[in-house]
């Protein structure tokens, strides 16, 4: 019988003889069923109370295969041959954060939180990685090794290599390989699998094995290794998922770890096992201890959150008993410990940073991990929820009918499958999400991007063929990844001066306009225009404050206040001085619409980083293909006067290498401070553009991320800021309600066009509609009762009102139906053509007709009711007619809500 639940208390370790001899054994006081059960005791035999002296009360224990015993008169349970111990299963440990973990406990939080730089054995060691993929699915070896390189032409470039230096590195690794695979091992019997990803739920594991050959593991190392035996680290890592797989029912007893650099031709070796392939037992002593190793992170990773009295960042007085000076972490492992004044085993460079920066970093570090814990929570849904409650949840698209798996180019595999018609969730097109054939746990699941998803058909492209039934949301833990490294290059690595503002010790400077260059307007040249926007002030002071920082600018911007003009109109005013600028913002999207206002205003030297379905076609055009020669790449991404790229594209690899004079990011009311961090890091001075009166940060975790650091700084530094108070979207009458609750009443209409616009400029006769649907502003009620998340009788009446201005003559392409939930969203989608989507999907856009479907029946419950931003984002996207649809009796008892039906009914 399984145990699971948290720890009451924890017994004293005791020797006891047994008909075994002695043996230790420490009693656990646990609260199965997840705590809904009383307390029980468990015994923890042998070497499981290495385990229990890092449990501590309040920690989740898990223990299978329990025996009752009795002890003392009571009945309790213990451990039997058969059991495992597991401490915070729900915390999902990467395999190589375990490898890391027994190589030294300190390198795994250097891992965390350095990230992976790059360089050019990681570079190289994918390309072998891939090849190896390759080989496994029947690549011819030059071809692929060809291919490989060329698509690492990038990163290579920047690293300085040559082309021809890399193939023949890389030949040499991969040749031993291919030999051996050819050698007779590869027969018929031989199945294998390349590239499996692989999560425990029992184990608290998660990773993604290189190959699988006859169903047990095998790892590929590129480097040498002349022992017999593999290296022990590598056999922690191969064990892991021998672990998982035996979870899965598959008794994995051996484990393989392939060297790419042995190899049988190496004849200037004097002595040694030369041969790539290293076979070991995974016996199920090993397997206890990778398990206790587990167990003693995850405890340590516990109590950084949990227990008050630790120092909640990066412990030290865990290091291996290895030698630091042989470790290639050292240098880094002495920054940290300086910074971060600690006393470590490899010792202290540098001062340590002030009290102020240390409290941030620890508040942040703690941050970032509470949302690391709501991230597996996210896995954990996986598989405590039925298939049923994912779809409900959005999370999955189920009970999809497999309709082909095609081989296509580079050995990868097209998934095509027919979707039932009415299935919605959260999954879009571009999207890396779990493939599996029904069970993404325990039956066959394969990380792919969906390269379609349209009304009935969904295709996905992957590296293994899977029988596409289901579609899950692949949480993914890479944003908590950068969020560290992030923190740790801002604080730890960061420049002095900047951290002076970040930290107000110091205003932020601006230089004075007689320093600009020639042509800029201002006093330096009087030929020169007089402003930088002739037709609005305070666009043009943002432009002028951009240009004049020199630390940093803020940009406010409410909706429609040319938010994307003034950054086009400012990244041409700072290339003009000479600046290499970075332009990024929270979304594709986003990045998109600026990169066009700068090429409409003529401006085409730009270059967009990012994944070819991010990136919209029309910009196409200008994105960095990293595939190709590596001089000429390189070349490319040093030289572009000005890079585009989401702010997640920044703490990637390559774009951490890159410098810029100045950072330009926009949505950063969106972003959290870390999150801000990883592409203001990247330049000497930063511009922030947004609208803290939007939507906020999007954070699982209620904690530090949740405010900006757009708005921190504005609040801090308001002349440093500037905010866009002309608005070109909407009429007056739409845009009052606004202006009056988020923005002071400051808010105007840029001209008397816009703000007399009505539904009659569309061509449409006003008498020809109900007067609540006309008028700038209308309130329908059609007093439906909420069901769950959706209101029926509310979904029909918003198709309703939306074909009574299709019938009046309104483009269906000019309306657009804002609804909370997704639920909503799906039912209103059923009934009408026009685009319909939540508030945070309607960011940043706009429709002459917008229909708000505010689902308020009783209780305002839901996220658009609790946060005032998101009514607002609702609110402010129509131009000449904005209709709500709601519960007038629910929302008269909230006063803000009050106020609004007033101003509807108007
Ligand atoms: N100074 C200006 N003169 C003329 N037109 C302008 C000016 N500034 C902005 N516009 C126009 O106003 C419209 C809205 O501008 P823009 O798209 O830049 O707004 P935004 O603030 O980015 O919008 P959102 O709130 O959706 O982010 C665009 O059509 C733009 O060309």
Not at 537 to 559: K, S, T, W
Request: proline share 5%; aromatic share 6%; with cysteine.
């Amino acid at each position: 019988m399984n145990l699971r639940g948290p720890i009451v208390s924890v017994g004293e370790a005791r020797t006891v003889s047994t008909s075994y001899g002695e043996r230790d054994c420490r009693e656990v006081r646990v609260r199965p069923d997840r705590g809904a059960g009383e307390p029980v005791d468990v015994t923890l035999w042998g070497k499981w109370t290495e385990t229990a002296e890092h449990a501590e009360t309040g920690m989740e224990l898990l223990v299978t295969e329990t025996e009752e015993d009795e002890y003392r008169g009571e009945v309790g349970y213990a451990t039997t041959d058969e059991s495992w111990v597991v401490l915070e299963p729900d915390f999902l440990v990467d395999v190589t954060g375990i490898r890391s973990w027994v190589q030294c406990p300190r390198m795994y939080y250097l891992n965390k939180l350095s990230g992976i730089p790059l360089n050019y054995p990681v570079v190289k060691g994918t390309i072998v990685h891939e090849v190896f993929g390759d080989l496994l699915r029947g690549v011819d070896l030059e071809a692929s090794i060809a291919d490989r390189v060329d698509e690492a032409g990038l990163e290579l470039g920047l690293l300085g290599y040559e082309r021809e230096e890399v193939e023949d590195e890389v030949r040499r690794n991969a040749a031993a390989v291919e030999g051996w695979l050819a050698q007779g091992t590869l027969s018929d019997e031989d199945t294998w699998r390349s590239e499996f990803t692989l999560i425990s739920p029992t184990f608290g594991l998660k990773g993604r094995a290189d190959a699988l050959r006859r169903g047990t593991p095998v790892e590929l190392k590129t480097g040498k290794n002349t022992k017999r035996e593999p290296r022990f680290h590598d056999k922690v890592q191969a064990a892991c998922y021998a672990l998982m797989l035996d979870e899965r029912g598959v008794d994995p007893d051996i484990g393989t770890l392939l060297y790419t650099k042995n190899t049988a031709l190496d004849r200037n070796e004097e002595s040694g096992d030369l041969a790539p392939a290293k076979e070991f037992t995974v016996g199920r002593g090993f397997l206890e201890f990778v398990v206790r190793e587990r167990n003693a992170l995850a405890a340590m990773e516990w109590r950084a959150l949990n227990d008050p009295g630790e120092r909640p960042t990066v412990p030290t007085g865990y290091e291996a008993d290895a030698t630091c000076s042989y470790c290639f972490e050292q240098d880094a492992c002495m920054v940290v410990s300086g910074r971060l004044d600690q006393e470590s085993k490899a010792g202290q460079i540098g001062t340590p940073v002030p009290d102020e920066e240390r409290d941030y970093f620890d508040r942040f570090y703690t941050a970032i991990e509470e949302e690391r814990r709501e991230t597996h929570a996210e896995y954990r849904k996986l598989w405590e929820q039925t298939p049923e409650e994912r779809a409900a949840d959005d999370r999955a698209l189920i009970g999809l009918e497999p309709a082909g798996q095609t081989e296509i180019d580079d050995a990868r595999w097209e998934l095509r499958a027919r979707k039932p018609g009415d299935a919605v969730s959260k999954l879009r097109e571009g999207d890396v999400a779990l493939a599996s054939d029904g069970d993404p746990v325990s039956g066959h699941a394969e990380l792919g991007r969906i390269v379609e998803l349209g009304g009935d058909e969904v295709v996905v492209e992957a590296d293994e063929p899977v029988e596409l039934r289901r579609l899950d949301v692949y949480p993914s833990e890479i944003s908590v990844d950068r969020s560290l490294t992030a923190l740790h290059d801002a604080v730890l690595k960061g420049n002095e001066a900047r951290k002076d503002v970040l930290f107000g010790r110091r205003e932020p400077a601006f230089r004075d306009p007689a320093d600009r260059s020639t042509g800029s307007p201002g006093p330096a040249d009087p030929d020169a225009p007089e402003a930088y926007i002739d037709n609005n002030d305070a666009q043009n002071e943002a432009v002028e404050l951009a240009v004049d920082a020199e630390d940093c600018a803020l940009i406010h911007g409410p909706p429609g206040t040319g938010k994307t003009y003034t950054i086009a109109r400012t990244i041409r005013a700072l290339v003009a001085e000479g600046n290499r600028v970075l332009l990024s913002a929270f979304t594709n999207r986003a990045v998109d619409n600026a990169l066009e206002a700068l090429r409409d205003q003529g401006f085409d030297d730009v270059l967009r980083v990012g994944t070819e379905t991010g990136v919209r076609d029309d910009m196409r055009d200008v994105r960095l293909v990293q595939r190709g020669d590596p001089n000429a790449k390189a070349a490319e991404l040093r030289d572009a006067p000005v890079v585009a790229a989401t702010t997640a594209a920044c703490g990637s690899r390559v774009l951490r290498e890159c410098e810029f004079d100045v950072a330009l990011v926009d949505e950063a009311s969106q972003l959290t401070e870390p999150g801000t961090h990883a592409a203001i890091n990247r330049a000497d001075r930063f511009v922030l553009v947004g609208d803290h009166e939007q939507l906020p940060p999007v954070v699982r975790a209620e904690n530090d991320l949740s405010t900006s650091l757009f708005e921190r700084l504005i609040d801090a530094y308001p002349e440093a800021s500037v905010m866009l108070d002309r608005q070109y979207r909407m009429s007056q009458r739409i845009q009052a309600f606004a202006s009056a609750e988020f923005y002071d009443g400051a808010l105007r209409p840029a001209t008397p066009e816009v703000a007399g616009q009505t539904l009659a400029d569309l061509g449409v006769d006003p008498d020809a509609l109900a007067p609540e649907l006309t008028g700038g502003v209308g309130f329908v009620d059609p007093a439906g009762e909420r069901d769950g998340n959706r209101n029926v009788r509310e979904a029909e009446r918003v198709a309703a009102v939306v074909d009574a201005y299709v019938a009046a003559g309104v483009d269906p392409d000019d309306i657009g139906v804002i609804a909370p939930f997704r639920a909503q969203v799906a039912e209103i989608g059923r009934r009408t053509d026009v685009t319909v989507d939540t508030v945070d999907r309607f960011q940043g856009s706009s429709k002459e007709v917008i229909v708000v479907s505010l689902v308020a029946t009783g209780d305002l419950d839901g996220p658009i009711f609790e946060d005032h931003r998101r009514v607002n984002v609702a609110l402010t996207r129509a131009k000449k007619q904005l209709t709500i649809v709601g519960d007038a009796d629910a929302l008269g008892f909230d006063p803000f809500y009050a106020r609004l039906l007033e101003w509807a009914r108007r």
